[in-house]
């Protein structure tokens, strides 16, 4: 099979695991993998197989992408707080007749000794954070900060891949960075900047929880923002991992 008339699965990224996916389908014959990004990062890693960058226009236009770009299986690799390109995806395979496998990655759970705080949303952990510590490290990506930009009482670590969308807390410095991290360094940078409380989003995976390892050896609390609903639906499945994914869309890719 060359390589143009292998089918086109259509990788929607934007995740450490969107890379790993890329990877491990660019590796076989039997599939060709289009990765999708949303163009926010100035300078996004780098992936595996072809790339394609910016928002699609909606859930008509990705109908008319895939069916343009003969793609017959799509694999949602997205964060698990993107519902808006998850629901999209799940909104136009219905409507193309293409199979969805997503990956559906589980929330972090708490261990003996976490001492971690649930938030509904990014505004509920902004109106709880003071009152659990003054030296925040705010982990939460770089696109809502503005949620805490009216916390005045604290002193925020900002850590981003990206300079955030302003307004920005008054008392803060930027720590550019891209994960995964590890143990050792989330430490290092808690002890550092004397981080008494830690926020995060409950992404799940390891690329971003060793903060939370570090978080429970320092015996700090954590504020963690509770995550959106996936969107459900008939033609979708899930898997809980990368190599399930991956192994779900060669199943597919046979059946199509
Ligand atoms: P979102 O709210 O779900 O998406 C908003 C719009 O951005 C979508 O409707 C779509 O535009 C476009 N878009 C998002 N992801 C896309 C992709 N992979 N390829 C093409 N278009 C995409 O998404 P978000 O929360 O802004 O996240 C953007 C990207 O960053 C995602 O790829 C996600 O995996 C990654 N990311 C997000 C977070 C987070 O906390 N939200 C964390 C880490 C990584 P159209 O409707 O025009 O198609």
Same mark, same amino acid.
């Given at each position: 099979?060359?390589? *143009?008339?292998?089918?086109? +699965? %259509?990788?929607?990224? /934007?995740?450490? #695991?969107?890379?790993?996916? @890329?990877?491990?389908?660019? $590796?076989?014959?039997?599939?060709?993998?289009?990765?999708?990004?949303?163009?926010?990062?100035?300078?996004?890693?780098?992936?595996?197989?072809?790339?394609?960058?910016?928002?699609?226009?909606?859930?008509?236009?990705?109908?008319?992408?895939?069916?343009?770009?003969?793609?017959?299986?799509?694999?949602?690799?997205?964060?698990?707080?993107?519902?808006?390109?998850?629901?999209?995806?799940?909104?136009?395979?219905?409507?193309?007749?293409?199979?969805?496998?997503?990956?559906?990655?589980?929330?972090?759970?708490?261990?003996?000794?976490?001492?971690?705080?649930?938030?509904?949303?990014?505004?509920?952990?902004?109106?709880?954070?003071? *009152?659990?510590?003054?030296? +925040? %490290?705010?982990?939460? /990506?770089?696109? #809502?900060?503005?949620?805490? @930009?009216?916390?005045?009482? $604290?002193?925020?670590?900002?850590?981003?891949?990206?300079?955030?969308?302003?307004?920005?807390?008054?008392?803060?410095?930027?720590?550019?960075?891209?994960?995964?991290?590890?143990?050792?360094?989330?430490?290092?940078?808690?002890?550092?900047?004397?981080?008494?409380?830690?926020?995060?989003?409950?992404?799940?995976?390891?690329?971003?929880?060793?903060?939370?390892?570090?978080?429970?050896?320092?015996?700090?609390?954590?504020?963690?923002?509770?995550?959106?609903?996936?969107?459900?639906?008939?033609?979708?499945?899930?898997?809980?991992?990368?190599?399930?994914?991956?192994?779900?869309?060669?199943?597919?890719?046979?059946?199509?």
């Amino acid at each position: 099979m060359t390589r *143009s008339d292998r089918p086109v +699965v %259509l990788v929607l990224g /934007g995740t450490t #695991e969107g890379r790993e996916v @890329a990877a491990a389908l660019a $590796a076989r014959d039997d599939v060709r993998p289009i990765t999708s990004l949303a163009g926010r990062l100035s300078r996004p890693g780098a992936v595996d197989g072809e790339v394609r960058t910016g928002g699609f226009g909606g859930t008509d236009e990705l109908v008319e992408w895939i069916a343009e770009h003969e793609v017959e299986v799509v694999a949602d690799v997205t964060h698990p707080f993107a519902t808006g390109i998850s629901a999209n995806a799940a909104r136009a395979c219905a409507k193309a007749g293409v199979p969805l496998i997503a990956l559906r990655r589980p929330g972090w759970t708490a261990t003996a000794g976490d001492d971690w705080h649930p938030a509904a949303d990014l505004a509920d952990a902004a109106s709880q954070v003071a *009152s659990l510590g003054r030296r +925040v %490290l705010l982990a939460i /990506g770089r696109q #809502e900060v503005a949620a805490f @930009a009216g916390v005045d009482d $604290a002193w925020f670590l900002l850590r981003a891949i990206d300079p955030p969308d302003p307004p920005l807390p008054r008392h803060h410095e930027l720590l550019l960075a891209r994960g995964p991290f590890a143990l050792q360094e989330e430490r290092t940078l808690l002890r550092e900047h004397a981080i008494d409380v830690v926020v995060t989003k409950d992404s799940g995976g390891d690329a971003t929880r060793a903060k939370l390892d570090a978080a429970r050896e320092l015996g700090l609390p954590v504020l963690v923002v509770r995550r959106p609903p996936a969107p459900q639906g008939d033609g979708i499945t899930t898997v809980a991992t990368t190599d399930e994914l991956v192994g779900a869309v060669a199943d597919a890719v046979m059946r199509t």
